[in-house]
């Protein structure tokens, strides 16, 4: 069944517009509170977000709606993606929502929910959301005297960071580490730092001013530049970059060059290998992670099998298949044994781990394999389902038969926001991009 709000990370899109309005989160708030109203408890709801301007609006709405099917909320304020995961099992809630775009500009939000579990909902639960959101709201509506009760919480930011630290190997601390992190402006500029201060590392912080408007801009996993120069600038053993909710991490060595997700996924499992932890004899990643991760565990006797792009099928994966390491090439680790979603600041804290105990630098540690000549393209469309175009099913056809079995193609709609994601690689650089420039240009010509 098509879906009308949720994509593959909640609900998103232009703050004060479409589906993120505050008539449809409170809508949002009634249908899941209804339907994760079972027993004669007090049911409770946790609700975090990020530092956008717009999160103030869609909060509000959202305890409106909550409150008003009979649940109580517990308003934690600006914290990660993952430390509302953790607190909504953590505090016995019926239910979790983050209040976050993610990796988004400003002006965009979102609405990730989380079941009691911590883990984000299924697509079942999903749609039987959809349904009562577009059904007649007086019906879930309760008496007065039944009505939930709002109160924001103080305690949370400790015990989270309580729970980061708690993560490491015992004996473990970060003294003498130089460390930069880049918060984003989002949702971890105050627990992220204190985190790795209390652990011993001499914490140099930027992105943690934000003002509503500047969150991912020029800052954060997807624009580390900043974090590169600041690096260097200051001679730091290690830079850390998380994006606006934290639920993904970026490192960057000392000499200032960014290490991805596939990397650190193959420091995570090599080290957690070498200490019995690892399991399932693998790691999950996704469509999108580079051959030589695939290549490199290979090498480890470790297999890698691949989902579609989006960390809930990484972590439907391995739910199913029993792994504790998954993720993907852009820094959405998920390690099970902690976590029920991406945890930036967890990440981090392992491969710290690993430097520290290894004694050498962070360039050495943090470079495992010669990724595969890897090229992406992105092109906005505007039109219907651009890929279903004659045109465009041709290029990539001749672009696979180019390729032939010395690379791969992985052609794909952005699961939030209207862009064709074009990625190609193989051993050749230069014939992979060429074909990946050369369908971006068929694509550019019939989407635009």
């Known amino acids: 069944m098509a879906r009308k709000y949720f994509g593959t990370d909640g609900i998103r899109g232009l703050a004060n517009s479409g589906a993120m309005t505050s008539e449809v989160a409170m809508k949002v708030g009634m249908a899941a509170g209804s339907l994760f109203t079972n027993g004669h408890h007090r049911h409770r709801v946790v609700i ?25 909320v517990l308003q934690l304020g600006p914290m990660p993606t993952p430390a509302v995961a953790m607190l909504t099992r953590s505090l016995r809630a019926d239910l ?31 749609l039987a959301i959809e349904k009562l959101i577009d059904s007649d709201s007086s019906d879930l509506l309760v008496g007065t005297d039944k009505l939930g009760r709002a109160k924001r919480i103080k305690s949370t930011a400790a015990r989270y960071v309580e729970f980061a630290k708690r993560t490491l190997p015992r004996n473990i601390q970060f003294d003498g580490i130089r460390v930069v992190i880049d918060c984003a402006n989002g949702a ?78 193959a420091v995570v499992a090599e080290s957690w290998l070498e200490r019995g932890q690892l399991t399932a004899g693998g790691v999950v990643a996704t469509i999108m992670s580079n051959l ?8 480890l006797k470790l297999s890698m099998p691949r989902t579609d792009v989006g960390d809930r099928y990484v972590v439907e994966h391995m739910r199913k298949h029993g792994y504790n390491v998954g993720g993907e090439q852009s820094g959405h680790i998920i390690l099970s044994d902690f976590t029920t979603t991406g945890d930036g600041l967890v990440t981090a804290m392992q491969i710290l781990a690993v430097v520290v105990n290894s004694g050498k630098p962070v360039s050495e540690v943090c470079n495992r394999f010669d990724p595969v000549p890897q090229f992406m393209e992105n092109v906005r469309y505007s039109v219907p389902r651009p890929l279903e175009k004659k045109r465009v099913r041709e290029a990539i056809k001749e672009g696979r038969s180019r390729l032939g079995n ?43």
Not at 102 to 113: A, E, F, Q, R, T
Not at 208 to 216: C, L, T
Not at 425 to 448: H, M, P, T, Y
Request: glycine fraction near 12%.
């Open 292 to 299: 030589g991760l695939e290549r490199y565990l290979a090498s």
């Open 188 to 265: 971890a500029y105050k627990v992220a730092p204190e985190a790795l201060w209390e652990m011993g590392a001499e914490v140099i912080a930027i992105g943690v001013e934000p003002n509503g408007f500047n969150i991912n801009k020029d800052c954060g996993s997807t624009e580390p530049e900043a974090l590169c120069h600041k690096v260097r600038e200051m001679r730091a053993d290690i830079g850390i970059a998380l994006d606006g909710d934290a639920d993904r991490v970026l490192i960057a060595d000392e000499n200032g060059r960014i290490i991805d997700g596939d990397q650190i996924m």
């Open 96 to 126: 979790g929502v983050m209040i976050s775009a993610s990796h988004n500009p400003y002006s965009d939000n979102g609405i990730k929910l989380f079941g009691p579990d911590g883990y984000k909902l299924s697509d079942e639960t999903e």
């Open 406 to 448: 010395t690379g791969r193609l992985v052609i794909r709609p952005s699961g939030t926001e209207p862009v064709i994601r074009i990625m190609g690689e193989g051993d050749d650089e230069k014939l992979v991009r060429s074909v990946v420039k050369d369908i971006a240009a068929v694509v550019q010509e019939i989407a635009a």
């Open 48 to 72: 975090g977000k990020d530092t956008r301007l717009s999160g103030y609006m869609l909060e509000s709405a959202l305890v409106t709606g909550f409150t008003a099917v009979g649940m109580d």
